[in-house]
């Protein structure tokens, strides 16, 4: 049996919001002017060295138009 690979929630998430972005053929550039953020903070969220407020991620939910889910749940990636 092949055990399941758990990622801490930050790094799910900075997964889903560059899985998310790409499919809305987003840069990290244009998301960040989406969301009033940096694009060097897109960027870490993405790679997973940093954890987004609350805040954040409602500016990131809001600017790629995506539902709670799309955000938070594992993909098989």
Known sequence: MIA?????PHVIFGQNV???RTA????QESLAEKA???RRFVQEIEAGS???TVTTVVRL?????????????????
């Open 4 to 8: 399941e690979v758990k990622r801490a």
């Open 61 to 77: 939910k809001k600017a790629l138009a995506c539902s709670w889910n799309d955000l938070f749940v594992q993909t098989d990636r």
């Open 18 to 20: 560059c899985r998310l």
């Open 24 to 27: 809305a053929k987003l840069t």
């Open 50 to 52: 940093k954890s987004p």
């Open 36 to 38: 009033d953020l940096s």
